[in-house]
């Protein structure tokens, strides 16, 4: 019987395992708890100026074309783990998922969209194949008596009435690729996200950047020309139990600072920070390229308030007395957090976590990518392909 493997999560370092095991002649059972495969990183913007700034944005595209034409994955969408134990040395899962969208029979025309008024129906990344619901947002799972969508629907892709699918797979191995959660800047009340509309996350602005072409990120017309950025908002933090730095917040930030006067020269850019971390392939160049075009004040902002504009209140940064200083746009660069799914995946799975809530692997189940901790693109997916052929090897090592 040819080996078999499950890769749970579909981000980069899923995708990443998923196809170096592929080419090892593994079977692969790639389940996405949602309606589509790329994680985070499909919904980023690709950050070149007049030259490549390798932010890696652009493999998430060509990694998720790569897998959906691999023949021994099997992609498993809107699809979870329900159930999970070991027998004679291999794995027995119990998969569900999720049929009120069918993949299958959506042609993603965009009617469902339209007649939605929450907007819980939405195409996760420019990529996927079929739309995917926003249980958040959804009236239905919410309680409440609502069918617009379904209705709207000409394939009849989408039925809240049609059960969920449960069966069984047999594999040899595991990697856990679950991923991670940005973190939540509403908690951060002072810096006033969720208060002031024009207080925003770096995803945020990454996928608004994604959808236009200039920086009208509001889509009314309005064009921020002074920018705030704040780093390491939910890392470094002793208060919130982060206290390791997330490895991406300056690196994104910065790009899309310098992505932004790209497209709109006149723009003017303060980073409020406590360090830079310069490390990863080609970032030096672009800090340096930024000390140039922007300012840099090191220290975090006690406070935000007032709307149009904002006032950012610094006590005691960088030695000055307390001063207020204004911006109509503020982006928070928030870090990396353990995906809230980890405490169930560490027990379906029999997994420890560390202190912070990252997962860590065991024999025969391996973790890969920011389920272990953070990283990039370009690391999650090199991690997965290194976890992947880790496990070929130990699998290869077994069988012999």
Not at 1 to 14: D, E, N, Q, T
Not at 141 to 148: F, I, P, S, V
Not at 191 to 203: E, K, S
């Amino acid at each position: 019987m040819k080996a078999s493997a499950l890769v749970i999560g579909g981000g980069p370092a899923g995708i990443g395992a998923a196809l170096e095991l592929a080419a090892a002649g593994i079977k692969v059972y790639l389940v996405e708890k949602e309606g589509a495969v790329g994680g985070w990183g499909a919904r980023y913007v690709c950050k070149a100026t007049d030259k490549c700034r390798q932010c890696s944005a652009c493999l998430i595209p060509e990694k998720i074309q790569e897998v959906y034409q691999e023949p021994l994955v099997e992609i498993l969408t809107n699809t979870q783990v329900v159930g999970f134990a070991e027998e004679a040395g291999r794995f027995q899962v119990r998969l569900q998922r999720e049929q009120t969208l069918d993949p299958a029979l959506c042609n993603a025309c965009g009617k469902c969209l339209e007649a939605c008024p929450r907007g819980a129906v939405e195409r996760l990344n420019p990529w996927a194949v079929a739309y995917s619901i926003d249980k958040e947002k959804c009236a239905v799972y919410a309680g409440e008596n609502c069918d617009l969508c379904a209705r709207a629907c000409p394939t009849g892709a989408i039925n809240f009435q049609r059960p969920s699918a449960s069966w069984d797979v047999s594999v040899d191995l595991v990697v856990a690729a679950t991923g991670h959660q940005p973190f939540d800047a509403r908690r951060k009340y002072r810096l006033g996200y969720g208060r002031f509309p024009r207080v925003i996350t770096g995803l945020e602005l990454e996928e608004a950047l994604n959808r236009i072409e200039g920086i009208d990120i509001f889509g009314d017309g309005w064009k921020p020309m002074n920018v705030a950025f704040i780093q390491c908002v939910g890392s470094r933090d002793v208060q919130e139990g982060a206290e390791y730095c997330s490895r991406v917040c300056c690196k994104y930030a910065l790009r899309l600072a310098g992505l932004m006067r790209h497209r709109e020269p006149q723009t003017q850019v303060t980073f409020y920070y406590m360090d830079i971390q310069t490390g990863g392939k080609g970032f030096s160049e672009v800090y340096q390229d930024c000390r140039e075009h922007f300012a840099f004040v090191r220290g975090i902002p006690a406070k935000i308030d007032g709307s149009d504009p904002l006032k950012l209140h610094l006590d005691g940064v960088s030695g000055q007395s307390f001063t207020t200083r204004e911006h109509d746009l503020v982006v928070l660069s928030v870090g990396i957090t353990p995906s809230p799914d980890n405490e169930e995946i560490a027990r379906l799975l029999t997994l420890n976590r560390d202190e912070h809530g990252f997962l860590k692997g065991r024999e025969g189940v391996y973790v890969a990518g920011t389920a272990g901790g953070p990283r990039d693109i370009s690391e999650s997916l090199a991690h997965g392909m290194e976890t992947a052929a880790k496990a070929i090897t130990k699998l290869e090592g077994r069988e012999g």
